[in-house]
């Protein structure tokens, strides 16, 4: 099923709905799933419905509505692509669905006003939640919905809600094994000053990634900047004023990343000679600046997507028993801010006696020496 969904470029939840005769899709898309499964071998159950024909939930009428709710703007306004591209990722999933996509802003003041006239929306399919800057103990307000939900950018802590996040441990790991590898083990994390669900979880991923990679603890230093470039070199320029650079850094996200390359350069230091630096989020710009910024892409674009087929899978099945948390991968992309750590250069002198070169000539040069 996965292959056959890969083949045709639609998800899994559409080609099972077609094979267990469940309403959810558009009757186009069913019909040329049906065909590639019947050549496939497969047995196609029809479409279950009462004894009038009942509309599918996913007529190009239906609707999903993307809630994106902003407090102080900082994660959702400074982030270059990264909300673009999870809107791409639901917009896309929402056709191949035959609903339409519609997005509304909202703050503090506005959520449970805004979710409660969509209530009254006869033709809504469901509602994703933007909740980057949204906490687990305001989560109360999303109870006023009585349509599907599905909670993307934080998993809201116990909250009981169907979300869709980032693997911050995994992406973490992988940011900081690869400056180890690279042998750094000096290593500054430039952390966001606003903590939100998504931050703490991030520093509680370099916390264990350190611990993991044994690096030492009196190795380890933080920077604390508001998630913006202007703070994050700020914040590191002052830094450097006060004492020698670490060898390695890594920023909480590209954003800051490109601040902190700015510190960095203004201050003597050359990226990737002396100082290595790594970001978070892979966004389009990191690509631009010099050098190039190394990052952990995640995948925004499936963020959306998945949180589109959850809904449709809600609103085919009900939300179940139990809440469905997803955790989306991250890779790393290697560019040009990172390299080997800078070893100090050893004086010619120095070496050859490392080498045993003069180890002949007596018992005074060597003491001499020492």
């Known amino acids: 099923m996965k292959e056959i969904a890969k083949s045709m470029g639609v998800s899994s939840a559409s080609v099972s709905f077609v094979l267990n005769g469940k309403p959810g899709i558009s009757e186009s898309l069913r019909k040329s799933i049906s065909q590639v499964l019947i050549r496939e071998g497969y047995t ?10 009942e509309q599918p939930c996913t007529l190009p009428s239906r609707k999903i509505l993307f809630v994106k709710f902003k407090k102080e703007g900082y994660f959702v306004e400074n982030n270059g692509d990264y909300i673009t591209k999870m809107l791409d990722g639901a917009e896309e999933a929402a056709k191949e669905f035959g609903c339409s996509m519609g997005i509304v802003n909202v703050d ?10 969509a209530n009254h929306d006869p033709n809504l399919a469901g509602v994703i939640f933007l909740g980057t800057e949204f906490h687990a103990e305001e989560s109360g307000v999303l109870r ?90 700020r914040v590191l320029y002052q830094a450097l004023q006060k004492a020698p650079p670490s060898t390695a850094y890594f920023a909480a996200n590209d954003t800051m990343a490109i601040g902190a390359l700015r510190a960095l350069k203004q201050a003597g230091c050359r990226v990737p000679e002396n100082v290595s630096l790594i ?20 995948g925004k674009h499936e963020i959306g997507a998945l949180a589109v087929s959850r809904l449709m899978e809600q609103t085919a099945k009900g939300a179940g028993r139990f809440n469905v948390r997803m955790l989306v991968g991250t890779q790393l992309v290697v560019r040009g801010s990172t390299g080997p750590v800078m070893l100090p250069a050893v004086k010619p002198e120095e070496e050859r006696y490392e080498n045993g070169v003069e180890a002949e000539a007596g018992q005074d040069s060597l003491v001499k020496k020492a």
């Open 44 to 53: 196609v159950k029809p479409l279950s419905r009462g004894s009038e024909p």
């Open 108 to 117: 503090k003041d506005t959520v449970e006003r805004t979710l409660c006239s």
């Open 144 to 233: 006023v919905l009585n349509c599907p939900l599905v909670v993307v950018d934080t998993r809201l802590g116990s909250a009981p809600f169907d979300t869709v996040s980032i693997d911050e441990q995994m992406g973490v790991y992988h940011a900081i094994h690869h400056l180890t590898s690279l042998g750094h083990r000096r290593i500054t994390y430039i952390r966001s000053a606003i903590k939100n669900e998504e931050s703490l979880e991030r520093e509680a991923a370099f916390e264990a990634a350190a611990v993991r990679l044994g690096l030492d603890r009196g190795d380890i230093r933080y920077l604390d900047a508001l998630p913006n470039a202007q703070d994050s070199y």
């Open 279 to 298: 970001g978070f989020d892979n966004v389009n710009i990191g690509e631009a600046v010099d050098p190039p910024l190394t990052s952990i892409d995640i």
